[in-house]
């Protein structure tokens, strides 16, 4: 891994290099390198994906005065979901530096969507850890903000707001979604989600945590539209 080449391609430059060490480490390679003292991205993932959230809100609500709360949550939803993410990270050149282990490198992981959303979110926690909330913004502002500004994603759907809007409108309606099953290995888990409404289930799907919440909104959403 080129840190110096990293950092340059990014305009950024760390501290502690550990920190983006760690945001590209993959739960693989650390599977693989059991000897040596490497930490994976996934704690890092979790801090980035509340840092972006919270640059994203915090954007569109300056940026959006008249925009009510949900479009603002459409919106936003749209701007972090993996799909958006994983084009940050390709545009961004983030899976050439991947660190993965033999068997995710041979089955394609550094083109996965999952993955690749997940080292953008590292990068981010690993931005904040080394240099506070303001260097992500500026990070933010170069890169994803851009994006908002032009109407990137002025059609993207969010199946959860949009069932939470016709929710709303039956208000003896309330709704809950779990997680019922899990399915992978660690590194690349696939969620069942159920959205439950008033104690019954009304839709289901499987992915990523999010996506899958997503999936069983949107067939819950078809039921109320049949």
Not at 23 to 28: D, E, G, L, M, V
Request: with cysteine; glycine share 8%.
């Amino acid at each position: 891994m080129d840190i110096k080449q990293l950092e340059k391609e990014l305009g950024l430059t760390f501290t502690n290099e550990s920190l983006l060490i760690q945001a590209f480490t993959h739960s693989s390679y650390v599977n693989e390198h059991r000897k040596e003292a490497f930490s994976d991205n996934e704690r890092l993932e979790f801090l980035g994906d509340a840092v972006l959230e919270l640059g994203v809100s915090q954007y569109l609500y300056r940026k959006k005065p008249n925009m009510p709360e949900g479009e603002l949550t459409k919106l936003r939803a749209a701007v972090v979901c993996e799909s958006s993410l994983e084009v940050f990270a390709r545009r961004l050149n983030l899976g050439h530096y991947l660190l993965l282990g033999k068997g995710e490198e041979q089955t394609g992981g550094r083109e996965r969507p999952a993955i690749l959303a997940d080292v953008f979110e590292s990068l981010l926690g690993a931005l904040y850890l080394d240099k506070g909330y303001e260097a992500v913004l500026s990070f933010l502002e170069k890169y994803v903000f851009p994006k908002i500004s032009t109407g990137a994603f002025s059609h993207a759907m969010d199946y959860k707001s949009q069932l939470q809007e016709i929710v709303q409108r039956h208000k003896h309606y309330s709704i809950e979604y779990q997680i019922v099953d899990e399915k992978g290995p660690s590194h690349n888990r696939e969620f069942v989600a159920e959205v439950v409404l008033n104690g019954e289930v009304f839709g289901s799907g499987s992915g990523r945590q999010k996506e899958a919440e997503q999936l069983a909104a949107k067939s819950a959403i078809t039921l109320f539209q049949n």
